[in-house]
T-cell receptor, first 117, second 117 residues
Framework: AQSVTQLGSHVSVSEGALVLLRCNYSSSVPPYLFWYVQYPNQGLQLLLKYTSAATLVKGINGFEAEFKKSETSFHLTKPSAHMSDAAEYFCAVSDFAGGTSYGKLTFGQGTILTVHP | EPEVTQTPSHQVTQMGQEVILRCVPISNHLYFYWYRQILGQKVEFLVSFYNNEISEKSEIFDDQFSVERPDGSNFTLKIRSTKLEDSAMYFC???????????????FGPGTRLTVL
């Protein structure tokens, strides 16, 4: 069974500061991990994904995440926050196992990022 | 860029009424999903659909729920007799799952906000 824990339901940073959103996972199969972003009144948009290639994954809008198997973590970072980054961010793990499952996503609780001027 | 679309964007219904939420997945995708997000809670998996049948469903997806792919483009979620607790944002997603040895992400629609009075 898969599970995801996002530490911190709210994170507040100043514009230009480092963004760090934490995600820890539990998975019974080699994990496929995703970060999605949800802007107000919109759907979920993929930021980046880890699918067993490089452990440091770069995504859109300057975000990146590092897969650390030993820590079962997949934290999302951005060196310099922008006002437009204000949104809710979801970490998710897939139960896909190379053709024997259907890729159900299990989401974390979400982290609301606020960016102050 | 291809996208998943959902209609309506907002549905208000009386308790006990039937509702049908509609989705048009990305055209070459073969895997379809419904998720829901109750206000203030995490995104939850409801059901996955592949090869014209349900491949997996959660315990939330009881006999009141059904899914259908009535033609080559639409994917619907029906709730037969709505309850107050069905009020949520419902997201449709689609994926082509696995190409060139890589597990692909799910693409989400903008959601349908269902309000049950």
């Amino acid at each position: 069974a898969q599970s995801v824990t996002q530490l911190g339901s709210h994170v507040s940073v100043s514009e230009g500061a480092l963004v760090l959103l934490r995600c820890n996972y539990s998975s019974s199969v080699p994990p496929y991990l995703f970060w999605y972003v949800q802007y107000p009144n919109q759907g979920l948009q993929l930021l980046l994904k880890y699918t067993s290639a490089a452990t440091l994954v770069k995504g859109i809008n300057g975000f990146e995440a590092e897969f650390k198997k030993s820590e079962t973590s997949f934290h999302l970072t951005k060196p310099s926050a922008h006002m437009s980054d204000a949104a809710e961010y979801f970490c998710a793990v897939s139960d896909f196992a190379g053709g024997t499952s259907y890729g159900k996503l299990t989401f974390g609780q979400g982290t609301i990022l606020t960016v102050h001027p | 860029e291809p996208e998943v679309t959902q209609t309506p964007s907002h549905q208000v219904t009386q308790m006990g009424q039937e509702v049908i939420l509609r989705c048009v997945p990305i055209s070459n995708h073969l895997y379809f999903y419904w998720y829901r997000q109750i206000l203030g809670q995490k995104v939850e998996f409801l059901v996955s659909f592949y090869n014209n049948e349900i491949s997996e469903k959660s315990e939330i997806f009881d006999d009141q729920f059904s899914v259908e792919r009535p033609d080559g483009s639409n994917f619907t979620l029906k709730i037969r007799s709505t309850k107050l607790e069905d009020s949520a944002m419902y997201f449709c997603a689609s994926s082509d799952m696995w190409t060139r040895g890589e597990h692909n992400e799910q693409f989400f629609g903008p959601g349908t906000r269902l309000t049950v009075l």
